[in-house]
């Protein structure tokens, strides 16, 4: 296999694992609730309503609905555990809306990520027979999908908190349900501490009361109880059958390439409808995998069942993620590349196999250098538990974990609440909208102070706070926390206003927002890359995308001529959604459209405004250095400008991968940080080489 597909390792070097582990789920000593006899999994999309109801009757929380409505019916609080696809995120604000539990209010379950709320409010909707957007509906970022008359609102834990915003006792809401609660996204974390007072204020108003409850699917609860005051847990059995676990002997030094190897052992040997499901990092990671099995499975024609491949990743159209929980034709073998999406919060059928990388792509903060990093690092123990468990989620399953016994050994018990390990900028900017002073809040788990006083300090350059010690926000920093966006894009879009380039800025930002627009599939890379060619700017990635854009928006057959330039349809439509959605929020904020046409400057310049932390200097030796913390970074090779080397550039983000990439640059000119924020270079005493 290796000589056809140039892969950078050597083949074989996933011996046949031997290493044997048997896996069980332990049963906590909780309220214990039990378990119903494992049941039939009936196709949804492709059966009537009846088909629904008895598979919905089927779900182990359908068995004990009645002694769970009377604990919620008792308590204000309550903690409920269980196992992926127990039937808590779909069935329990079902029960609490069929009994009337939720009055004149509304039941809002929040989602960590937009994928996990966009499919369940789909589901849900079918099961109750209505369409999307009437009872049930959902908000995520740039799409709120749903009406005066929506009583089941599946929204993100960010949706939420800006909800928050303009009413901070969430009124509209009888009953808050904190989903995925495990997972400790920052959001999450500070929606405790939002919906715990909330409850409080109401109760001590004479307001109707807030019921809360807090639904997760480890084990490790105990943290929640004792934050809310020793509330109660409520503990279902789920349906976890055993799961046998193999190590590789030696640590492999490519993961993507051992998976790879992984999912062909298994596809030659293993009976056809038994599902593989690979956990990876990313979409580019997922996409390219993709391309290389589809080619290796050609070949295999006639020695193993036909095979087909999903990715599966957040950005992901919701159409195209009901794909991958459609089961495969009978013969088939469905093999789904997945991010930590199918960790906890989606339930997929027929998967009877589970590779997992050990690794997961997250953001974290690094306070020694101040950057922000997205970085493909190894997994905790916890997330390889849930990992294992989507094998034993309808029988037997096997987990090939593509790492040593030794290696999970050595791996975290449990992954840092992102919130000790983020960026906290645009939260600490939005509970200042909500009149709350980050370092007093009640965190579930503080964050580190110096993250909070950074926070403030970055708020303070962009103007969105009078000073670190008193941080009122000024009126430019009550316009940002308007935009679901990072502070310093929030601030580039207000500032587009002085630099006449709304319209292009707008564009920039929606880009932005998006996966990638550009597609280089390996086999034709060179097509790809003179395709590209004619958007290409030399002042950088940002004006490139924004060539790109406008010319998607002006031409009528988008979808052909997205293929004849190798460009993503997808994430173009997206960016164009999410462009008409800024722009109605820019005209609330009574910034107008308004356009500089080819004077690119001034959308550097305006960029400059947000990013001025994000600028790099070339050093000798071809070498970059970023002016605020003197990292060294080297231009990513996606961007346009690799292999030129501009004296000065502005970056989006920085990924490491070994080295630190900077990825998104335009080329910009020093005077400019000078012109346009003097404090900053003045109170930083940054100095560049070029500039006097
Ligand atoms: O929240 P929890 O993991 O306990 O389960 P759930 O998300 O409520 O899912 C319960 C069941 O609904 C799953 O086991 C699936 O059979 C089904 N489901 C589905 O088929 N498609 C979805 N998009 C969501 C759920
Ligand atoms: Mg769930």
Request: aromatic share 8%.
């Amino acid at each position: 296999m290796e000589s056809k597909y140039a892969f950078t390792n050597a083949a074989s070097k996933l011996k046949k694992p031997t290493t044997l582990v048997t896996f069980s789920t332990s049963n906590p000593n909780k309220r214990s609730i039990s378990e119903q006899s494992p049941a039939k999994r009936i196709l949804l999309a492709e059966n009537g309503l009846a088909a629904i109801l008895s598979q919905r009757k089927s779900l182990p929380v359908y068995a004990v609905r009645g002694r769970i409505l009377e604990e919620i019916k008792k308590h204000s609080t309550l903690i409920i555990i269980g196992e992926t696809g127990s039937g808590k995120t779909t069935q329990i604000p079902q029960f609490i809306h069929e009994e009337r539990l939720d009055k004149e209010g509304r039941i809002g379950i929040t989602q960590p990520r937009r994928v996990a709320a966009i499919t369940i409010s789909l589901r849900v909707a079918q099961e109750m027979n209505t369409k999307q957007g009437e009872i049930v509906g959902y908000t995520v970022r740039f799409e709120d999908v749903t009406s005066e008359n929506t009583k089941l609102k599946y929204l993100t834990d960010g949706m939420l908190l800006r909800e928050a915003i303009s009413d901070n006792l969430l009124m509209k809401y009888s009953v808050i349900v904190l989903d995925e609660a495990h997972e400790r996204t920052v959001h999450t974390d500070v929606l405790f501490g939002i919906v715990k007072q909330a409850q409080k204020t109401r109760k001590e108003r004479g307001l109707k009361p807030l019921k809360i409850l807090v639904m997760s699917a480890t084990m490790d609860v105990d943290h929640f109880s004792n934050y809310f005051g020793n509330v109660p847990i409520l503990y279902l059995e789920g349906r976890q059958h055993p799961v046998k676990i193999f190590h590789t002997i030696q640590p492999q030094e490519d993961y993507v390439f051992s998976s790879l190897v992984t999912i062909f052992q298994i596809h030659r040997e293993a009976p056809a409808n038994h599902d593989i499901l690979v956990f990876l990092t990313g979409q580019e990671e997922i996409e390219s995998m993709a391309h290389h099995i589809r080619l290796i499975a050609r070949d295999l024609e006639g020695k193993a069942p036909p095979l087909r491949v999903y990715p599966l990743y957040s950005s992901l159209p919701s159409h195209q993620q009901l794909d991958v929980f459609r089961p495969t034709s009978k013969g088939m073998r469905k093999v789904i590349l997945s991010t930590n999406v199918a960790e906890t919060s989606v339930t997929i059928s027929g998967i009877k196999y589970v590779i997992d990388s050990g690794m997961v792509k997250a953001r974290s903060h690094h306070p020694g250098t101040g950057l922000d990093i997205l970085k493909v690092q190894r997994i905790s123990q916890a997330q390889a538990w849930q990992r294992t468990g989507r094998a034993g989620r309808e029988s037997t399953g096997y987990c090939y974990r593509v790492y040593t016994r030794k290696e999970f050994e050595s791996l975290p018990k449990n992954s840092v609440p992102e919130v000790q390990r983020c960026n906290l900028t645009g939260v600490v900017l939005q509970l200042l909208a909500l009149g709350i002073n980050c370092v007093s809040f009640d965190f579930i788990d503080k964050p580190p102070r110096e993250s909070l006083i950074a926070a403030l300090q970055q708020l303070k350059q962009l103007n969105a706070i009078e000073s670190v010690d008193s941080p009122a926000l000024t009126k430019l920093g009550h316009q940002m926390s308007q935009f679901p966006l990072d502070p310093r894009f929030s601030k580039i879009l207000l500032a587009a206003k002085d630099y006449n380039c709304v319209e292009e800025v707008i564009s920039i930002v929606a880009l932005l927002s998006s996966e990638s627009v550009f597609v280089t599939p390996p086999n034709k890379r060179e097509e790809a890359l003179s395709a590209r060619q004619k958007f290409v700017s030399s002042a950088g990635d940002h004006i490139t995308l924004l060539n790109v854009f406008r010319t998607f928006s002006k031409i009528s057959q988008k979808k052909q001529w997205c293929h004849e330039n190798f460009l993503n349809v997808r994430n173009l439509q997206y960016a164009s959604d999410v462009y008409t959605q800024l722009l109605e929020l820019c005209k609330r904020c009574k910034v107008p459209l308004s356009s500089c046409g080819q004077d690119i400057d001034k959308i550097r310049k305006c960029l400059v405004t947000g990013l001025f932390m994000n600028v790099a200097e070339l050093q000798r030796e071809r070498q970059y250095i970023t002016v605020d913390t003197r990292q060294a970074v080297t231009i990513h090779p996606s961007s346009v400008l690799f292999g030129s080397y501009p004296p000065f550039v502005l970056f989006t983000e920085v990924v490491q991968t070994g080295r630190c990439y900077l990825r998104q640059i335009s080329t910009i000119e020093p005077e400019w940080l000078l012109e346009i924020v003097p404090n900053y270079i003045r109170n930083h005493k940054l100095s560049f080489s070029s500039v006097s």
